[in-house]
């Protein structure tokens, strides 16, 4: 079975400044795709971007963009110029690529930007 | 076009008694998954359909859940009797998925709580 593990419950940052938040996953598969989801306090699940895991080149959704470490199963993600409404949880999820599959969620990320 | 679809936003009830949450998914959309998201577990899928077939329920925490989907607009789950440990927010997302699977797209959740 696959695991996701976010290792910071909670992360602050000035507003403008950069930000990285962490997760590390384990698979055995090799055809498998890997999202980051934003959850605001008014608990919508965003998709915020998406993997991916053969292609090499690291997804960017404008202020938003991953390292993707596919040997050391490392997928961060780091918001640039961080904006008030940027603070929410954050969630990493893994999905397999063999076909219509469910997502695999770690415990997430609180993200507090500070004004 | 019309987001995923969940009814209702709210529930309270007492507990024994039996629960109903629906989704509406996206229109075109062939594979339909139900998650639950608790403080302790976080967010864990329950069951999902590819094509309005049940795929994998082994999420299912019991025997008093239950999920169906007669129809490629319509999915229903069910818990019966209800109880106190089954509050949570119930979410369920949509996705087209064929050759390379596309993203999930969640509904706005159902927040359950079991007197």
């Known amino acids: 079975a696959q695991t996701v593990t976010q290792s910071q419950p909670e992360m602050s940052v000035q507003e403008a400044e950069t930000v990285t938040l962490s997760c590390t996953y384990d698979?055995?598969?090799?055809?498998?795709?890997l999202f980051w989801y934003k959850q605001p306090p008014s608990r919508q699940m965003i998709l915020v971007i998406r993997?991916?895991?053969?292609?090499?080149q690291n997804a960017t959704e404008n202020r938003f963009s991953v390292n993707f470490q596919k040997a050391a199963k490392s997928f961060s993600l780091k918001i640039s110029d961080s904006q008030l409404g940027d603070a929410a949880m954050y969630f990493c999820?893994?999905?397999?690529?063999?076909?219509?599959?469910?997502?695999?969620f770690g415990k997430g990320t609180h993200l507090i930007i500070q004004p | 076009d019309a987001g995923v679809i969940q009814s209702p936003r709210h529930e309270v009830t007492e507990m024994g008694q039996e629960v109903t949450l629906r989704c509406k998914p996206i229109?075109?959309?062939?594979?339909l998954f139900w998650y639950r998201q608790t403080m302790m577990r976080g967010l864990e899928l329950l069951i999902y359909?590819?094509?309005?077939?049940?795929?994998?329920d082994s999420g299912m925490p019991e025997d008093r859940f239950s999920a169906k989907m007669p129809n490629a607009s319509f999915s229903t789950l069910k818990i019966q009797p209800s109880e106190p440990r089954d509050s949570a927010v119930y979410f369920c997302?949509?996705?087209?998925?064929?050759?390379?699977?596309?993203?999930?797209?969640f509904g706005d959740g159902t927040r359950l709580s079991i007197l």
């Open positions: 359909f590819n094509n309005n077939v049940p795929i994998d």
């Open positions: 999820a893994y999905e397999s690529g063999g076909g219509a599959d469910g997502l695999t």
């Open positions: 997302a949509s996705s087209l998925q064929g050759g390379r699977n596309q993203p999930q797209h």
């Open positions: 993997q991916e895991a053969y292609k090499q």
């Open positions: 698979t055995s598969e090799s055809d498998y795709y």
């Open positions: 229109s075109g959309h062939n594979s």
